[in-house]
């Protein structure tokens, strides 16, 4: 009899440590973040609290009440290190099938359009692969090219040439160097204000190459890699429904959009079909 009591009472016994156990370990969790710079208005050590992106993370892991640090590097570096698990996370990235096949991916952070920032006098104007076809466009060093272009540069339909900044991408553009620059329209707006002075060298071609989401990413080998992201996407949800993650995205597209990239954006306005 004393035997079957206690024989009984064994899984309850180990549900209550298994439980104890995950409750200590939430408890005990402390995220190191990274992200990178030059994403504007994304993320940036220089914009307010470190641009759009970031501070959506932040207050996501505040409303988990998650412990937390956010750490920018080199893009590279970050998202090298994340793989390694020598960070707990990184952000923000779109989702291709090379990263899936290393990384989980937290629920959509922002959508943006990618589309073709072109000279004033360019004869390109459709996002389509009869128009790029034989041309060469420039893309920054370690950002995706998604969908049907991505396939086209593996293919050698298009070339493409990778400086490490997307600013640099515009002085190409601005010398001749290249057709097109691939970029989202909220940091290619931003960036090319700065070569602009004042004469709207730029233009968007009509509609976009691909639309796609931003996400957080955590490495398949992190061994807690599904509570993080099942806490992140609740966190997530919640900023979401409060209306307060509009409010932050609205902040950053008021200020640093509509106001630092006012002649490009306008003209951008005018020229381009928004998807």
């Known amino acids: 009899m004393n035997f079957q009591v ?31 710079n030059d994403y504007l208005p994304f993320t940036d050590e220089s914009l ?30 970050g998202y090298e290190l994340t793989l390694s698990t020598t960070y707990d996370a990184t952000f923000p990235y779109s989702l291709t099938k090379e ?15 990618n589309v073709g920032f072109v000279r004033e006098n360019s004869d390109l104007r459709k996002s389509e692969l009869s128009e790029v076809k034989g041309r060469t466009l420039c893309s920054p060093l370690g950002y995706a090219v998604p969908g049907w272009l ?26 001749g160097r290249v057709d097109f620059v691939h970029a989202n329209r909220e940091q290619g707006s931003l960036d090319s204000a700065a070569y602009t002075k004042g004469m709207e060298p ?48 609205q902040t950053y597209r008021q200020e640093f959009i509509d106001k630092h990239a006012v002649i490009t954006h306008k003209y951008l306005k005018k020229t381009s079909t928004v998807q």
């Open 6 to 36: 206690k024989f009984s009472g064994l899984p309850i016994v180990l549900a209550f440590l298994c439980g104890f156990s995950a409750l200590t370990q939430a408890e005990d969790l402390k995220l190191n973040l990274v992200t990178g």
């Open 48 to 77: 307010p609290d470190g641009g759009m992106h970031t501070k959506i993370v932040r207050r996501v892991m505040e409303l988990e009440g998650i412990p937390h640090s956010i750490t920018f590097l080199p893009w590279k570096r």
């Open 99 to 113: 990263r899936a096949k290393s990384f989980v991916y937290s629920d959509p952070i922002y959508a943006i359009s």
């Open 150 to 175: 991505g396939d086209a540069i593996k293919k050698q339909e298009v070339k493409v040439l990778s400086p490490v900044s997307l600013k640099q991408c515009f002085q190409m553009l601005k010398e």
């Open 202 to 249: 730029f233009r968007i071609m009509d509609g976009s190459f691909s639309d796609v989401f931003n996400h957080l990413i955590i490495s398949r080998e992190h061994m807690d890699v599904d509570m993080i992201m099942r806490r992140f996407n609740r966190g997530l949800k919640a900023l979401k429904d409060s209306g307060e993650y509009e409010m932050i995205v």
